[in-house]
């Protein structure tokens, strides 16, 4: 079945510093890749999205690359903002033959970002 | 405003009375879902819906109801809640199902059940 690894946090950053979360992938078909945020009380909102190989999904300063090779979809920010403290989940849908239709998630990483 | 909608957004309860948990979208989306959020676990799936009156279980059904009467509802019903159904839930639409669809969250119904 599909499954998604993600760093695991907490995450604690100074402002401006580099972000990296790591999420790998394993999938029966050709899934599509999901960043999702949950800021604090909040549901989830899409961050950003690619849909197949090679895509890169980019929105509000992050980045994350579809990488089929190493089945990988690391989300990146140059400088984070202490507005960006927030829950980011990776996903993956896949909608070939036998597949639930739902989103498969990892388990979330939390993200502090410190003044 | 697009937007899905969940009541109540906080609730608690005692084991064995019946709830339900409404959820609503106003962008016609014929896909609808819901989620359970636990800690260490991330979301996991409970049941969804494809369009109206076609319905199907996720992966963690049990003690769960859904019914899809109409497009845009999609409420979930504890009959018989238990301790073990205290979690935080997420109701979830799209225009339809496929592979790369933006699914579009509500707010969240966080459950307690003593």
């Known amino acids: 079945g599909n499954s998604v690894t993600q760093m695991e946090g907490p995450v604690t950053l100074s402002e401006e510093a580099f972000l990296t979360i790591n999420c790998t992938y394993t999938a029966t078909g050709y899934p599509s890749l999901f960043w999702y945020v949950q800021y604090p009380g909040e549901g989830l909102q899409l961050l950003l999205k690619a849909t197949k190989a090679d895509d890169k999904g980019s929105n509000k300063g992050f980045e994350a690359t579809y990488r089929k090779e190493t089945t990988s979809f690391h989300l990146e920010k140059g400088s984070v903002q202490v507005s960006d403290s927030a829950v980011y989940f990776c996903a993956l849908s896949d909608s070939s033959g036998g597949s639930n239709y739902k989103l498969t998630f990892g388990k979330g990483t939390l993200l502090t970002v410190n003044p | 405003e697009a937007q899905v909608t969940q009541n109540p957004r906080y609730l608690i309860t005692v084991t064995g009375k019946k709830l339900t948990v409404t959820c609503s979208q106003n962008?016609?989306?014929?896909?609808m879902s819901w989620y359970r959020q636990d800690p260490g676990l991330g979301l996991r799936q409970i049941y969804y819906s494809m369009n109206v009156e076609v319905t199907d279980k996720g992966d963690v059904p049990e003690g769960y109801k859904v019914s899809r009467k109409e497009k845009r509802n999609f409420p979930l019903i504890l009959e018989s809640p238990s301790p073990n159904q205290t979690s935080l839930y997420f109701c979830?639409?799209?225009?339809?199902?496929?592979?790369?669809?933006?699914?579009?969250f509500g707010p969240g119904t966080r459950l307690l059940v003593l």
């Open positions: 979830a639409s799209s225009f339809s199902w496929t592979s790369g669809e933006t699914q579009y």
């Open positions: 962008m016609n989306h014929e896909y």
